[in-house]
C-alpha cells in the first residue's frame, strides 16, 4: 500500500486495483452510484475482501444483508471472509431495515428509527480504517430527523451535517465508502454528496440478449496514483467474482 493509497489487491484475480490507478485515496470519500442491480453491493464486497487481504482493517454496514447472507454471498464469489471476520481484520454489521422502515433489531421505541444517530455513535465502526455502506440511502430516506428535513425542504442542511462527520474522519486518514441508489432519494439529498465525494463511480447495468453488461463509470477520482480511465467493463461470476472485462466490450 502506498502512503497515499489503500490498496484493493486481488491483483492476480482481477485487474480492479490497476484499473483504479492503485487503490482508493487514503483518507477520502467514495461514493458509488447506480439503480438497482447494477452492482453495487458487489462492488463493495469485493473492495471489503481485498481490503483484508492487505490486512487493512475495514468495516462492512449492509442494510440488504444479515450475517449468514453475507457470508453465503461472499463465498459465493470466492470471497471467504470467515477468516477476516474470526481475525477482527473485518467487522461486518447487518443493519436490516424492516418494510416499516425500522431497523430490525431495536429494542425500544427511542432507538426505532433513529438510524442516522445510531451509525455516527457506533465508535467501533468508525475504529476500522476503511468504512463501507452498503446502501446508504436505505439509511438516508428511513432516519425521522432527515425524512422530517426533507419535508422542510432542508435536506441539503441535514446532509451537509453528515458530510461534516464523514470529514472529520477523513482527516483522521479514513476512508468512507458510500453506495447510493439514486431512483430512491431526492437530488436535493445527494447533489451535496456527489459535489464533495473524492471518488465518485456511476454503475450502469446493460441487458444485451441473455448477457448482463456492466460498467464503472468514473466521474471523479481525486489523488489517483496511476493514470484512471473513465470506463471500466466488468462483469460478475459465481465462484469467481468480479471479472474486468476487456475495453472492447462496448
Known amino acids: 500500500m502506498s502512503s497515499n493509497q489503500y490498496s484493493i489487491g486481488l491483483q492476480e484475480h482481477d485487474r480492479l486495483e490497476k484499473e483504479l490507478g492503485g487503490g482508493l485515496p487514503v483518507g477520502s470519500i ?29 468495516t462492512l454496514v449492509s442494510t440488504e444483508l444479515g450475517v449468514r447472507g453475507f457470508l453465503d454471498q461472499m463465498h459465493s464469489l470466492t470471497y471467504d471472509m470467515v477468516k477476516p471476520m474470526l481475525d477482527e ?35 467501533t465502526m468508525w475504529d476500522a480504517d476503511v468504512i463501507l455502506v452498503d446502501t446508504f440511502d436505505a439509511i438516508l430516506r428511513n432516519d425521522p430527523k432527515f425524512e ?30 458510500l453506495t447510493v441508489d439514486p431512483s430512491t432519494v431526492d437530488e436535493e439529498a445527494i447533489g451535496p454528496f456527489r459535489s464533495i465525494a473524492d471518488v465518485y463511480l456511476e454503475l450502469e447495468m446493460v441487458e444485451v440478449g441473455n448477457d448482463v453488461r456492466r460498467n464503472i463509470f468514473v466521474k471523479r ?24 472485462e476487456s475495453r472492447s466490450v462496448a
Open 30 to 58: 467514495v461514493l458509488i452510484e447506480g439503480d438497482y442491480g447494477a452492482g453495487k453491493s458487489v462492488l463493495s464486497q469485493r473492495f471489503t475482501y481485498g481490503f483484508t487481504q492487505e490486512d487493512i482493517v475495514t
Open 89 to 123: 481484520e473485518m467487522l461486518f454489521i447487518p443493519a436490516e431495515i424492516d418494510a416499516s422502515g425500522t431497523l430490525t433489531g431495536s429494542e425500544s421505541d427511542d432507538e426505532r428509527k433513529q438510524l442516522l444517530k445510531r451509525m455516527m455513535e457506533a465508535e
Open 148 to 177: 422530517a428535513l426533507v419535508r422542510q425542504n432542508e435536506e441539503r442542511q441535514a446532509a451537509l451535517e453528515i458530510i461534516s462527520f464523514f470529514r472529520d474522519l477523513t482527516t483522521k486518514g479514513k476512508t468512507i465508502v
Open 221 to 244: 477520482f481525486a489523488g489517483m496514483g496511476e493514470q484512471v480511465g473513465d470506463r471500466i467493463g466488468f462483469s460478475v461470476r459465481s465462484g469467481i467474482g468480479i471479472v474486468i
